[in-house]
């Protein structure tokens, strides 16, 4: 296998919700790139209100063999993204066994549905608290080792065409995708000096158990108007996007053909941001 085919060899990547969905494909799709994975998920249920079910050990035990059978070693390990010190914990040991850090996948994330002055505050904080601290933690974690080792690398932050064009009945998980935007462009800005780079993309319809949430159904029943602000963007296409469709721009991003990006959010959308 050439080079070209591994451009990511020697390199160690961070997946965040990496035992099913977008994360299970980003881990996969790195290694076939050539990196060795450190790979986190909850595998438990994180949000009361949630319309899908939550990962489990078996998921990620699923990730572990599909990485493994890609050539490549995977540490894999039961951490929420709202522990920091869990977190923190998994990158020492991560620098202990690999010996460097390079690519970080921040990926994991939840949505669910409701109106905002009907939703409780429970449901208001767990979705800022995955979606938001649980991305800062990740990169408080990840950051100092990486600047400490000199190679410079890349953090992909997993925001969504939600943290771009807000749409109703989910104004929770659209601040909190917003959010995600404001933190990945002022670290962008942080650690130029260091060669790190920093971007966020912005996946729309994609086809992992979030994707095909049916409760989001309901909400369009309950508010037929909603639907209008959620078109099928401008590519035809009759089904959810493919996760490994979004793997391709996170390996894309996280490899030296993307050596000039950063502080940039990468739409993953079919052109719905512009419908």
Known sequence: MSHTDTPLAGRVAYVTGAARGQGRSHCVRLARAGADIVALDACAPVAAHNG?????????????????????????????VRDAEGQRRLVADTIEQFGRLDIVVANAGVLNWGRLWEISAQQWQDILDINLTGVFNTMQAAVPPMIEAGNGGSIIAVSSAAGIKAVPGCGHYCASKFGVVGLTNSLAVELGEFGIRVNSIHPYGTDTPMGNDLSMYQMFADHPNYIHSFSPGALPTDSLAPPDTISDIVVWLASDAASLVTAAQIPADKGYLKI
């Open 52 to 80: 899908y079910a939550a990962a489990t050990p078996q998921d990620l035990a699923e990730t572990v063999a599909l990485v493994e059978g890609e050539g490549r070693k995977i540490l894999a390990r039961e951490v929420d």
